[in-house]
């Protein structure tokens, strides 16, 4: 899969995909001793229907990932799109040198470098200053 192709999320995305899967019953691995087959089995802790998803207590990997994106948010999902279109529009930032760089939220020089670091050429110092001011616009 090339780099056009890959799908990208953002921190914002990610937050709504889990929130979407807090509608669905939990389901656990019970692991390969509860199966004859030794390949492992699935269970369904609760049916949808029957839960007050209020009160739901999430999965380790759940919360885990909830508080890991809720840490992550450093820009609003509606002004993602117009920042990655606006660093886009910079001769040498890719689509992909755009989301990482929404992702990260780089405050300075120092944090942006290593973005482009496979890169096969350096940012002039134009190109570094318009990217910190895009961002800085941006951010929440």
């Known amino acids: 899969m090339n780099e056009d192709e890959e799908k990208l999320l953002s921190p914002s995305e990610v ?4 929130e979407k899967s807090f509608k669905e019953p939990t389901v656990v691995y019970s692991g390969p001793e509860a199966d004859d087959t030794m390949v492992g089995s699935f269970q369904m802790v609760e049916s949808p229907d029957e ?4 009160e739901i207590e999430l999965s380790f ?12 948010i450093r820009i609003k999902g509606s002004d993602l799109k117009k920042m990655v ?12 040198h755009s ?6 939220m780089p405050r300075d020089e120092t944090e942006l470098r290593p973005i482009f670091a496979k890169e096969r050429f350096s940012l002039t110092p134009e190109e570094t200053s318009t990217i910190l001011k895009v961002i800085d616009k941006y951010r929440i």
């Open 61 to 72: 990997e759940k919360r885990a990932t909830l508080e890991q994106v809720e840490n992550l």
């Open 15 to 18: 937050k709504k995909i889990m």
């Open 51 to 54: 839960v007050d998803h209020e």
């Open 85 to 96: 279109k606006e660093l886009g529009a910079i001769e040498r930032v890719t689509n992909v």
């Open 99 to 104: 989301y990482k760089i929404a992702e990260i």
